[in-house]
T-cell receptor, first 114, second 114 residues
Framework: AQSVTQLGSHVSVSEGALVLLRCNYS??????LFWYVQYPNQGLQLLLK??????LVKGINGFEAEFKKSETSFHLTKPSAHMSDAAEYFC????????????FGTGTRLTIIP | GAGVSQSPSNKVTEKGKDVELRCDPI?????LYWYRQSLGQGLEFLIY????????KSGLPSDRFSAERTGGSVSTLTIQRTQQEDSAVYLC????????????FGPGTRLTVT
């Protein structure tokens, strides 16, 4: 079975600082990995996805993530945090790339300090 | 274009009552998912519809939960004899069968069982 673990339920960074949100996966088959963002009282929005085409994936709003098989990781980064990045972020995995249910991590709430 | 819509946005019900939650997917999307987001369980998959195939009900927590999708479009999630532990935000997502398979989420229905 596939699963993802997000280390750190809360992360605070200063405006302009590096954002690093951690996600490790467990999968018996090559995983397909996603990062979603949820702003207050809104649904989830896809930030980026890994589908084995490239290990470094660039997404919206300046975010990117690198798939590292040796570390079973798919950490989300952004070089310079903006106040508008404050939200909850979810890592997710599917068994295959297609119409398939997402298995989510527990989420990381990102706070930006002015 | 319209996104995924859900109604009602908020629902307060008494323990033991039945509730119906509605999801209108994006037009042309063949796949429809229901997820539940709660403090105790995080984001969890409930049920998945794909075209005319039998739905994947593997995430439904009990037989009090059921869902249907009429005409390959609108879906209704029904919870019978609601319990306090059913209090959560119920999210609907839809996707189309193309190279992206991106799931687009609605804003959710917040259910409170008193």
């Amino acid at each position: 079975a596939q699963s993802v673990t997000q280390l750190g339920s809360h992360v605070s960074v200063s405006e302009g600082a590096l954002v690093l949100l951690r996600c490790n996966y467990s999968s018996s088959v090559p995983p397909y990995l996603f990062w979603y963002v949820q702003y207050p009282n809104q649904g989830l929005q896809l930030l980026l996805k890994y589908t084995s085409a490239a290990t470094l994936v660039k997404g919206i709003n300046g975010f990117e993530a690198e798939f590292k098989k040796s570390e079973t990781s798919f950490h989300l980064t952004k070089p310079s945090a903006h106040m508008s990045d404050a939200a909850e972020y979810f890592c997710a995995v599917t068994r295959y790339f297609g119409n398939e249910k997402l298995t989510f991590g527990t989420g990381t709430r990102l706070t930006i300090i002015p | 274009g319209a996104g995924v819509s859900q109604s009602p946005s908020n629902k307060v019900t008494e323990k033991g009552k039945d509730v119906e939650l509605r999801c209108d997917p994006i037009s042309g999307h063949t796949a429809l998912y229901w997820y539940r987001q709660s403090l105790g369980q995080g984001l969890e998959f409930l049920i998945y519809f794909q075209g005319n195939s039998a739905p994947d009900k593997s995430g439904l927590p009990s037989d009090r939960f059921s869902a249907e999708r009429t005409g390959g479009s609108v879906s209704t999630l029904t919870i019978q004899r609601t319990q306090q532990e059913d209090s959560a935000v119920y999210l609907c997502a839809s996707s189309k069968t193309d190279s992206s398979y991106e799931q687009y989420f609605g804003p959710g229905t917040r259910l409170t069982v008193t």
